[in-house]
């Protein structure tokens, strides 16, 4: 009887963030602080005019928001924990190192709002919480990384499990958060709902 391995799997982590917070993340604050910020951040509002990017991103404006709010602050505290739990899980040997945050920004998509496909080059893990998922946002559309290598591959059936799909949607609640390896392309589908799409994402690396 012929025996069929799983090899080099990919892994995404999901969780509710404040399953490991000590002092728990308050998820309406969290939105305030992240309207409030976008409709101050005049060098945010013109880099997203500038670069074509629908909505809003604190990206390319605000690089300390932990140190500025302390809503902030507290949820990278909290990453930390879900970050370190998912290394261990990946079996990493940090060799007594910590992944550090290294960036943290907010991201509004309005209607129609989509975000191309991309990876976070020079992190090691990068993920999302989310602040406001109405119903038809958008799941997280995450991409087989070999798929540049398929060449002739035939296509997947729709009925074979999801570990052999070449693309997966993650559909995530409010306060859940997701991490995935720096490495994995992903994309943020259109926003077919009237209100906005809310999250933070993040980057982790060596510090």
């Known amino acids: 009887m012929a025996e069929i391995t799983s090899l080099f799997v990919t892994r995404l982590y999901r969780a509710a963030l404040n399953e490991l917070a000590k002092k ?3 998820y309406a604050e969290l939105h305030a602080s992240c309207e409030a910020i976008a409709e101050e951040d ?3 509002q013109e880099w997203c005019e500038a670069n074509g990017y629908p909505g809003y991103t604190s990206y390319a404006s605000l690089a300390d928001l932990p140190w500025r709010f302390p809503i902030f602050g507290a949820l990278e505290k909290v990453l930390d924990k879900h970050v370190a739990a998912f ?4 079996g990493f040997d940090l060799q007594g190192r910590k992944l550090k945050c290294n960036s943290l920004w907010i991201n509004i998509l309005p209607e129609g709002g989509t975000h191309s496909s991309h990876i976070h080059p020079h992190s090691v893990i990068s993920g999302t919480t989310y602040v406001a998922m109405p119903d038809g946002a ?4 995450l991409e087989d990384p070999r798929l540049p290598m398929m060449m002739t591959a035939p296509l997947v059936r729709k009925n074979a499990g999801e570990d052999r799909q070449r693309f997966h949607y993650a559909t995530p609640k409010v306060g859940d958060v997701l991490l995935w390896e720096s490495w994995l392309r992903h994309e943020v589908p259109m926003n077919m709902s009237e209100e906005e799409r809310i999250s933070v994402s993040f ?3 060596w510090a």
């Open 87 to 90: 290394c261990d899980d990946l």
């Open 203 to 205: 980057n982790y690396g």
């Open 42 to 44: 005049e060098a945010g």
């Open 24 to 26: 728990k993340v308050d």
């Open 138 to 141: 958008g799941a997280l559309k």
